[in-house]
């Protein structure tokens, strides 16, 4: 009797597994295409259009934090905070659907440096840049 409740019990859990991953699978299938992302933001080693995404930079290179607002004409608030708790603020920038936009970041601070973005006051990106000697 005791063989025979572990084999239903087996079979329950197998059916149970069965069944979630059957529902994940169709729910997979089911799940809508990702809506493309609003905004791109990224910062770089580089003030060029071709300039790579970073996360670090020698402290001699050009930096420089990139824009691009995807379906709409919008104007961006961009900030950095600096090392030393000092945050600067570049206020209305504008960017044209489609366009690539950068904003040169001159610090020459080791350490790491925090980038925002804002679209109508709403946080819409976030980047950090460690500045290395």
Do not use: E
Request: glycine share 8%; net charge positive.
């Amino acid at each position: 009797m005791r063989g025979s409740m572990k084999a239903k019990r087996r079979w329950v859990w197998s059916a149970i597994l069965i069944g979630l991953l059957a529902s994940l699978a169709v729910g997979a299938a089911a799940a809508p295409a990702r809506a493309p992302k609003p905004y791109n933001f990224y910062v770089a080693c580089g003030v060029g259009a071709s300039a790579k995404p970073a996360h670090s930079c020698a402290r001699g290179a050009k930096k420089a934090a990139f824009f691009r607002s995807n379906s709409a004409d919008v104007h961006y608030k961009i900030c950095v905070r600096f090392p030393t708790g000092q945050r600067l603020c570049a206020n209305h920038q504008p960017a044209p659907a489609g366009t690539l936009h950068m904003n040169r970041i001159t610090s020459t601070i080791t350490g790491s440096h925090k980038v925002t973005w804002f679209v109508k006051g709403k946080l819409v990106g976030v980047r950090y840049l460690r500045v290395r000697r």
